[in-house]
């Protein structure tokens, strides 16, 4: 069992669906990213959320639209996505984004597949 | 430009020690942090470096210099749970960005 939650745990939806993944951190962390995972690759960074406000967005299409309602909550609203964003998202939150706030946590992440 | 080199796989026996090594190349320098990942799972913090040298927690050790960029993990007593993706990363310069290596697949044999 992980501190960070995320939900659903699977999703499957088509190309021109619109859904939304959930995480959800009681841990106190001010600092919360998305990131997606192919298999056999490492987590790859899409955005970042520092006290509520979105610190990075590494060029992620705009299908892809993060929210972060308040500081335990960050949301991923998915739009129009495309076959290859099939993949595990992953949330996971820090104390900060600074040196010494780290590490992260990962929640156990959605695994999404796209019909 | 940006790196992380891990060996990519690797193979030990149950009761052995291994150790899984990292080098890196990155702009700036916020701690060297080591996961595992079980196949379908999330990955799971094992440690933190920040300053040089050994630090230790139960049947795993971490090990980091800066001067050399360099870090390993160490795996004492392997049991086959074991068995994972381990990943090494850096925080770089841009505040709360992980810089992931390609992750070291550890099968651990009876």
């Known amino acids: 069992d992980t501190e960070v939650t995320q939900t659903p745990k699977h999703l499957v939806m088509g190309m021109t669906n619109k859904k939304s993944l959930k995480c959800e951190q009681h841990?106190?962390?001010?600092?919360m990213y998305w990131y997606k995972q192919k298999a056999k690759k490492p987590p790859e960074l899409m955005f970042v959320?520092?006290?509520?406000?979105?610190?990075i967005n590494e060029s992620v299409p705009s299908r892809f639209s993060p929210e972060c309602p308040n500081s335990s909550l960050l949301n991923l609203h998915l739009h129009a996505l495309q076959p290859e964003d099939s993949a595990l998202y992953l949330c996971?939150?820090?104390?900060?984004?600074?040196?010494?706030?780290?590490?992260?946590?990962f929640g156990d992440g959605t695994r999404l597949s796209i019909l | 430009g940006q790196n992380i080199d891990q060996p990519t796989e690797m193979t030990a026996t149950e009761g052995a020690i291994v150790q899984i090594n990292c080098t890196y190349q990155t702009s700036g320098f916020n701690g060297l942090f080591w996961y595992q990942q079980h196949a379908g799972e999330a990955p799971t913090f094992l440690s933190y470096n920040v300053l040089d040298g050994l630090e230790e927690k139960g049947r795993f050790s971490s090990f980091l210099s800066r001067s050399k960029g360099y870090s390993y993990l160490l795996l004492k007593e392997l049991q086959m749970k074991d068995s994972a993706s381990y990943l090494c990363a850096v925080g770089g310069n841009q505040g709360g960005k992980l810089i992931f290596g390609q992750g070291t697949e550890l099968s651990v044999k009876p």
């Open positions: 959320y520092s006290y509520e406000k979105l610190s």
């Open positions: 841990m106190g962390h001010r600092a």
């Open positions: 996971a939150s820090s104390h900060g984004m600074g040196r010494g706030s780290q590490p992260q946590h």
